[in-house]
């Protein structure tokens, strides 16, 4: 079992910035593909951002230029920088770890709480 731990959500004003942080308790970011996710009130969970075992990155559209996932193998730790705000970020950010081939597995963290105000 590996325990993800999200940090850096908070309150900040449209255009501000944060950084999220999400650390691993087991060194598994380099075979894994890692995500973040985020939930708004009312609506689906949807993918932010992934970076995969090899480094590739994928973003959502709608943050495309604003956000930029990174991750610190020797850290265990995958971060997700974002910056130019807008109340329609805000939501609980996930964390995610997932990887098909054998052995496979999925994780999620706890989550952690955005809230940009206009």
């Known amino acids: 079992q590996v325990q993800l731990v999200e940090s850096g959500g908070g309150l900040v004003q449209a255009g501000g910035s944060l950084r999220l942080s999400c650390a691993a308790s087991?060194?598994?970011?380099?075979?894994?593909?890692i995500g973040w996710y985020r939930q708004a009130p009312g609506k689906q969970r949807e993918l932010v951002a992934f970076?995969?075992?090899?480094?590739?990155?994928n973003y959502a559209d709608s943050v495309k230029g604003r956000f930029t996932i990174s991750r610190d193998n020797a850290k265990n730790t995958v971060y997700l920088q974002m910056m130019s705000l807008k109340p329609e970020d805000t939501a609980v950010y996930y964390c995610?770890?997932?990887?098909?081939?054998?052995?496979?597995?999925?994780?999620w963290g706890q989550g952690t709480q955005v809230t940009v105000s206009s």
């Open positions: 995610n770890v997932y990887r098909a081939s054998i052995p496979a597995y999925e994780y």
């Open positions: 970076i995969n075992s090899g480094g590739s990155t």
């Open positions: 087991k060194s598994i970011f380099s075979i894994s593909r």
